[in-house]
């Protein structure tokens, strides 16, 4: 019986320990790292929900009409070009996913920002986790911690803020949100059934239908599945077939909605894109440096800005330092990739995801709407990371490392933290207008248009002390006469400047800038009616007539320009026309008293008195408290000799 004693315990603990779950430790790191990285990218621009409507937020939400419409406006979104809603600018866009979530969120709750970044935030977010997700199947054979520097420098990217910060840049975050939802679907897809196809399809077409950009990763999926994956070119093809299908369906449907409207397509000047203003080779050269300067922000993301128009970013060429150094690093990046296309192709692979998706924007194979802006390194920025980390992991040979306190993953958290910081303070950036365009003329001292914006918001001046006012117009003069020596043809620099000096009672330089104005932008009838405000104020009544009257041929002059062009007449003793012009600004504001008050001292020094006596009862007889109109009626129908009106009205004069 002793004997059987031990070997019964032995079956007894070998039962309890049968029971006893066995952790995978791999499988809780990740599931703790996923839930870090998505919590801590919306708790990094978790700030920004506080923020309003900054720049092209205006076009696409808060004055977009199909926008506000809510979900009665969601078939117009999905009809019509990506502008159409609030103005006739046919750029050949069609992005109506992003428009349509406006619309969504508008009807939740009206004109309030805060809803539409926080679910830009949201998504981010989402992107990061499912990134991380993605970048753990991608990189089977590597590091947990590699997926998670990738993911950690990704995410905390300075240049990222304008994509998240910036409520149209959802357009941006949607796009590669679906891009990395149909990767992930194409990797889960089992051969043969037709509802992982679907699935995969329409999250393609999502991902096109947020912004045409998405095309480019139809070659980048093949891309990984021949280089990483080994796969031939045959299997490669098919795989993607089903996807090349739905792509081909998008582009007619695009082509069909951006040109069944009238609008012709609009044409961009080198105040949009820069490099219109190059010659030929020279445009090339200038492509050239953009893309190394795209790599440049990609590692170094300093001095940022929310615009790099003309002339930020000046004509280069072949022999340019940018251009060459730009060359120099294209032939570097070549032989890496074919260093390591067998060795290490995921270093190759990430450089080539870079090139790949960055082409369509570079201006070198086509000009876009844009010279150079941060966000469109948001997606492509993936592949340089990707090339780094995996290199880094490689350098210190820890890829294989499960430690987190390896070298690479020290090196990385470091870099996450300078960028985390970098990050934190562009999201106070993007606050507002005022704060963008404050802190970005200093970054883009160089460009017309940032200078201009800058000038317009220091001219509508929200300052009460009269003496700070002063300076703050003083400021904007500052800035448009900067944005003048960019750019000799800008013609609202040169008005606004008009608008300031005669604000500063500089009379004779407004009438020099508006004049200015008025011969790069003849037609613009507006114009005139500042120059003739100027030639007033200097009672210069000819000119200021002669001006004036051209500005009261605009369909939306102000009672105000009638009025100073019939006073104009009037102290030229051009009685007759000065009594057509107030007749005729009562025509279009009959409840405008100080004009009929004109009309009627004007028929009083024509010796016409009858007439404006007529005139002056009329404001009287509207408003019995007039007591002005009360007098010069009576004085007028005196002089007329109407006694009967005189003894009508000489009571009320007491």
């Known amino acids: 019986m002793s004997k059987k004693n031990p070997s019964s315990t032995k079956q007894s603990s070998q039962k309890a320990s049968a029971v006893i779950p066995v952790v995978d430790n791999s499988k809780v790191i990740r599931r703790r790292l996923f839930w870090m990285l998505s919590i801590a990218a919306f708790l990094l621009f978790a700030p920004t929900i506080q923020h309003g409507f900054v720049l092209d937020d205006l076009a696409v939400i808060e004055n977009n009409r199909f926008v506000q419409e809510g979900f009665g406006g969601i078939p117009d979104l999905f009809s019509t070009f990506y502008w159409k809603g609030f103005w006739d600018a046919n ?26 970044h926080f679910v830009n935030v949201l998504l981010y977010a989402f992107t990061i986790g499912l990134l991380f997700k993605l970048l753990l199947k991608l990189l089977p054979t590597y590091s947990v911690w590699v997926s998670f520097a990738i993911t950690l420098i990704f995410m905390v990217h300075p240049s990222h803020t304008e ?30 059934k037709t509802i992982d196809t679907v699935k995969t399809v329409l999250l393609f077409l999502a991902c096109l239908l947020s912004k045409e950009a998405g095309i480019m990763y139809l070659p980048i999926l093949g891309l990984y599945f021949w ?75 300093y001095n940022l800005s929310y615009d ?34 067998k060795s290490k192709p995921e270093i190759a692979f990430g450089i080539l995801f870079f090139f790949i998706s960055i082409a369509l924007v570079t201006n070198i194979f086509s000009l876009i709407g844009t010279t150079y802006a941060n966000r469109l390194i948001y997606a492509p920025s993936l592949g340089i990371i990707i090339a780094f980390v995996i290199g880094t992991f490689t350098l210190f040979k820890s890829q294989q490392t499960e430690k ?28 507002s207008n005022t704060t963008l365009f404050t802190a970005d003329v200093k970054n883009s001292p160089n460009s017309a248009r940032v200078q201009f914006n800058y000038g317009v918001l220091k001219m509508n001046t929200d300052q009460r002390d009269s003496s700070a006012m002063r300076q703050d117009w003083s400021i904007a003069a500052s800035s448009f006469k900067k944005a003048i020596s960019i750019d000799s043809l800008d013609a609202g620099s040169y008005t606004n400047l008009g608008v300031v000096s005669y604000r500063m009672n500089q009379l004779d330089q407004s009438v020099r800038y508006t004049q200015k104005a008025i011969n790069l932008n003849p ?74 008050a004109n009309l009627g001292n004007t028929y ?51």
């Open 91 to 116: 750029a050949g866009l069609y992005r109506p996913l992003s428009m349509v979530m406006f619309a969504i969120e508008w009807a939740f709750s009206p004109n309030n920002p805060g809803i539409h």
């Open 163 to 192: 994509v998240v910060a910036n409520i149209k840049s959802r357009d941006e975050i949607l796009c590669f949100l679906f891009f990395l939802l149909t990767f992930q679907s194409i990797l889960k897809a089992r051969e043969g």
């Open 227 to 301: 280089m990483v994956k080994k796969e031939s070119i045959i299997p490669v093809f098919k795989k993607l077939l089903p996807l090349l299908i739905i792509t081909g369906a998008w582009l007619i449907l695009h082509q069909s909605v951006i040109h069944a409207d009238p609008t012709p397509p609009i044409q961009y000047g080198y105040h949009d894109n820069s490099l219109i203003a190059c010659e030929d080779g020279s445009r090339y050269a200038t492509g050239i440096g953009i893309l190394g300067r795209y790599m440049l922000e990609t590692v170094a993301p």
């Open 308 to 341: 790099y128009s003309y002339n930020q970013i000046p004509c280069l060429n072949f022999t340019s330092l940018p251009v060459i150094s730009t060359l120099l690093v294209l032939i570097l990046s070549a032989l890496i990739v074919v260093k390591t296309r």
């Open 404 to 431: 987190w306190q390896s070298a690479a993953v020290l090196i990385s958290i470091l870099i996450g933290i300078v960028f985390s910081v970098m990050t934190i303070e562009r999201n106070k950036v993007w606050e």
């Open 523 to 596: 037609n613009d009838t507006s114009l005139y009616g500042n120059l003739g405000d100027a030639y007033f104020s200097l009672k210069d009544y000819n000119k200021a007539g002669n001006a004036l009257k051209k500005a009261t041929q605009w369909k939306d002059a102000s009672a105000a320009l009638y009025k100073r062009y019939g006073i104009s007449l009037f102290n030229l003793k051009r009685y007759e026309e000065a009594m057509t012009v107030f007749k005729k600004g009562l025509q279009k504001f009959p409840n405008d008293i100080e004009m009929a």
């Open 604 to 654: 009083g020094a024509a010796a016409n008195y009858e007439e404006a006596g007529q005139v002056f009862e009329t404001i009287y007889t509207k408003d019995s408290t007039n007591v002005n109109a009360l007098r010069l009626m009576v004085i007028s129908y005196e002089q007329a000799g109407n006694r009967a009106k005189v003894a009508q009205y000489s009571p009320f004069l007491k």
